[in-house]
């Protein structure tokens, strides 16, 4: 079982930048691949990023696609979503997953779940 923590979630403006970081632990993050989803208030978990062990092969959700960027350090164990272009639709609690399965892009998938870190954009 591996711990997620996420930060890096904050308050800004529509068509602002946020990165969020995910800090992997307990076993190698190279084991895993990584994927964020995010909820909204009052709707559905919905996968946003998934990115393979190796951070060779990235999958993203088309209301993302062109504006936001999943990566992944294995030394240092800690993926990353950056988020540019924000948009006020993007407000929601972000979570980072792991699975030790490839491909992984649904709930389903992911068995280690961190805390979520919110994200909030105004217009």
């Known amino acids: 079982q591996v711990q997620l923590v996420e930060s890096g979630g904050g308050w800004v403006q529509a068509g602002a930048s946020l990165r969020l970081s995910c800090a992997l632990s307990?076993?190698?993050?190279?084991?895993?691949?990584m994927a964020w989803f995010r909820r909204a208030p009052g709707k559905e978990r919905e996968f946003v990023a998934a990115i393979n062990w190796n951070g060779g092969i990235t999958y993203y959700a088309d209301s993302v696609k062109g504006r936001f960027t999943i990566s992944r350090d294995n030394d240092k164990s800690t993926g990353f979503l950056q988020m540019n272009n924000l948009k006020p639709e993007d407000t929601a609690a972000y979570y980072c997953a792991a699975s030790g399965e490839w491909p992984a892009l649904s709930n389903a998938d992911f068995g280690s779940w961190g805390q979520g870190t919110q994200v909030t954009v105004s217009s």
């Open positions: 307990g076993q190698p993050a190279s084991d895993y691949s």
